[in-house]
């Protein structure tokens, strides 16, 4: 691999350089989708925060592997754009809501990190890309589950 293409790499898997912090990588490119998601959902809408999640889930899945597989490592901590994919699908119902986005962020944070159920299988069982990014896109799917039920019935 030429150094050109790991750098493209190393910039979407670490999501801009935020996976690379040396504490709370995961919880550091979370941190960082908001804005994007955030400028998403004011200028364009719940559709657009929908599909900007369904591409960085589709593009993750073999950024992540190459980029491990050029570190040599299953699953890399610095690799974030699985937290991106992830925090990106909690976000789809927030709106522009600052409360529904905290919510949002915690709920995704708690759910990765515990790895409840069906995240805790597709972290252990699957390899490669689709291993790296698949518990993150259904700890997404919890977290948002919750925030449309938040929005719908408590706010």
């Known amino acids: 691999m030429h150094n050109a293409q790991f750098k493209i790499l190393e910039f979407l898997a670490t999501w801009f350089y935020s996976g690379k ?3 709370a990588p995961g919880t550091c490119g979370s941190l ?7 400028a998403l959902a004011h200028f364009y809408g719940t559709y657009a925060v929908a599909t900007f999640a369904l591409i960085v889930t589709l ?6 592997e190459k980029y491990a597989r ?3 490592k299953k699953d890399p ?3 974030v754009i699985d937290e991106v994919a992830g925090q990106s699908i909690a ?3 927030a709106g522009t809501n600052l409360l529904l986005f905290a919510c949002a962020f915690l709920l995704f944070r708690l759910f990765d990190i515990s790895k409840p159920w069906i995240v805790g299988w597709a972290d252990k ?3 490669g890309g689709i291993g790296i990014m698949l518990d993150d896109v259904f700890a997404g799917m919890f977290a ?5 039920l938040l929005a719908v019935y408590v706010l």
């Open 21 to 23: 912090s040396p504490k």
């Open 32 to 38: 960082a989708t908001l804005p994007f998601v955030y």
């Open 59 to 64: 593009i993750g899945i073999p950024v992540a």
């Open 70 to 72: 050029a570190l040599n």
């Open 77 to 79: 901590g610095q690799i």
């Open 91 to 93: 976000l789809i119902f």
């Open 125 to 127: 069982k699957l390899n």
């Open 144 to 148: 948002a589950v919750l925030i449309y």
